[in-house]
């Protein structure tokens, strides 16, 4: 039967390259964008996996800036602390040789005048060893600290994303009268000056480095737990690229495939398209 009112061909042709044309223009979307989903059209239940994984990476992202600024903060306060075992150990230096029979008075006072500066100088860089505004060491009890380290994730608890610290500190005065993580000491300039004094100096000052030296070994173990937290905060970080790439990353060997064979599609429909609009124009012959 042949019909001029109603070119079935030719909707046929504009149905086919109606789709024809909306493939090849995801294609082009696809590989100038590099990405397979672009809408959640695309892919629905994609988006929302491609979504969750973007939002882990993020948190991962500042979890792992927050490990390497907890690790400067930690690093900072060892250095102090390191500073103030190097100091005590010139303390016990100095009693010990106060402590010595061949040394009269006048050598001692001079031992005095170098235990004396210091003595201030332990409480000066106790009370400046800080960190962003945070003091750091300067106390006689503890400074906590309570550090995120986890990547935010819903599912699992915040308590489980984070790691708090209680840093032991150091607080002297003027006189040599202080703390080293919770333990008295009095090492006072004027003993220095005496050799009875200064030996009982010996012992006082010998433990008072080993009290700095507890205080760095705690820190440094907790610097170790820091650095494994990063390694595997990294880690998860790549493989979640990893992953999210997979689900949301367009294929450019399958796309480009793919927009070649639409080309050749759209080319011939739109040829197709102009060949059935001229067959009602056949008619015309009948009339002749």
Do not use: C
Request: no cysteine.
């Amino acid at each position: 039967m042949f019909r001029i009112n109603t070119n079935v061909l030719s909707i046929n042709s504009q149905r086919n390259l109606f789709q024809t044309s909306g493939d090849l223009s995801k294609r082009m979307e696809r590989l100038t964008s590099g990405l397979r989903i672009n809408t959640a059209a695309d892919d629905a239940a994609g988006l929302t996996v491609s979504e969750l994984m973007r939002s882990q990476i993020a948190g991962a992202k500042q979890s792992n800036q927050n490990i390497s600024q907890a690790l400067t903060l930690l690093q900072v306060a060892d250095g102090g602390l390191e500073q103030l075992g190097n100091m005590l150990r010139r303390l016990k230096e100095l009693a010990i040789q106060s402590a010595d029979g061949t040394l009269n008075d006048t050598n001692r006072s001079g031992i005095s005048l170098e235990a004396a500066a210091l003595v201030a100088e332990i409480d000066r860089i106790a009370e400046t060893t800080t960190f962003n505004g945070i003091s750091l060491i300067a106390t006689a009890g503890t400074t906590d600290f309570t550090f995120f380290l986890g990547d935010g994730t819903a599912a699992i608890d915040v308590t489980q994303q984070t790691a708090g610290f209680s840093m032991q500190g150091v607080d002297f005065t003027a006189a040599g009268v202080g703390t080293i993580g919770g333990a008295s000491y009095v090492l006072t300039v004027a003993d220095f000056l005496n050799q009875v004094s200064a030996e009982g100096l010996v012992q006082l000052a010998d433990t008072a480095v080993n009290g700095v030296a507890q205080i760095r070994t705690e820190i440094g173990a907790f610097m170790n737990r820091l650095e494994k937290a990063q390694i595997n905060i990294q880690t998860i970080m790549e493989n979640t690229h990893n992953a999210e790439s997979v689900v949301r990353d367009a294929d450019f060997a399958a796309e480009a495939s793919a927009l070649t064979r639409a080309q050749i599609l759209v080319q011939s429909g739109s040829s197709m398209l102009n060949t059935a609009n001229l067959v009602s124009q056949s008619a015309l012959l009948l009339l002749q």
